[in-house]
């Protein structure tokens, strides 16, 4: 089905080329396609450093309240080893869920759009043309990896909870979806650049902010551009 510069969300589970929904119609052809690192998202989105700090204390508070309480030295080892047990369940969880995000997620970005494969249970084919993307933003991190957060010009937007985790933090009230935790995301953040100033694009003018950067490419107006969207 084609869509007029809208957003548009497929529910296919068999694609022809991995990552889309569709054979790419004449014209259009892959710039780019990555998936998260597992550990990034383990890290930024499920915040597993944080819940392991959390579940430690919790050990250590049970721990020396049993101890405080005179238990036996062997009920305490018993009780410790049994909190133990369950924090190491939570964050084996958590890690695995990362895991699992990361292998059924595909980035996706052409020379008219991006587009997301996101969902573990449930998969979808998120469609974002150009001329929808007001700007978008890269966040990068210490290793190299980073976040490319899509803000949007348009009103049809897709649940928070439907993007998440591959959406901007804390955006709820206008979510954003976002490229999360690639490898080499000023990599990526320059062929998305150059993909929105290209004059093929047809779109409105748009800022791709960068750290200590900031790239204006504007381009000509047009009243709509037919993309492939299931």
Same mark, same amino acid.
């Given at each position: 089905a084609a869509s007029e510069g809208g957003i548009a969300v497929s529910d296919h589970t068999q694609q022809p080329i991995p990552g889309l929904p569709e054979q790419l119609p004449s014209g259009e052809h892959v710039l780019w396609q990555? $998936?998260? $690192?597992?550990?990034? /998202?383990?890290?930024?989105?499920?915040?597993?450093?944080?819940?392991? /700090?959390? %579940?430690?204390?919790i050990v250590l508070w049970g721990t020396t309240s049993a101890i405080a309480n005179q238990k036996p030295p062997m009920d305490v080892s018993i009780f410790? %080893?049994? %909190?133990?047990?369950i924090s190491a369940c939570a964050l084996g969880g958590l890690m695995l869920f990362s895991v699992l995000v990361s292998r059924s997620t595909i980035y996706t970005i052409t020379n008219r759009r991006v587009v997301m494969r996101i969902g573990v249970a449930l998969p979808v084919t998120l469609n974002i043309p150009f001329n929808t993307i007001q700007s978008a933003d890269l966040r990068l991190f210490p290793n190299g990896s980073g976040d490319i957060p899509l803000q949007l010009a348009t009103e049809r937007r897709q649940p928070f909870v439907v993007l998440w985790p591959h959406v901007r933090p804390w955006h709820t009230a206008k979510p954003q979806p976002m490229i999360r935790a690639v490898t080499n995301a000023k990599?990526?953040?320059? /062929?998305?650049?150059?993909? %929105?100033?290209?004059p093929a694009a047809a779109k409105p003018a748009v800022l791709v902010r960068m750290p200590r950067t900031v790239i204006s490419k504007p381009s000509k107006h047009s009243a709509g551009e037919k993309t492939v969207a299931a």
């Open positions: 990555g $998936s998260p $690192s597992w550990l990034g /998202i383990a890290m930024r989105a499920l915040h597993v450093r944080a819940v392991a /700090i959390y %579940l430690a204390l410790a %080893l049994k %909190l133990l047990a990599d990526v953040a320059a /062929i998305l650049t150059s993909a %929105l100033g290209a």
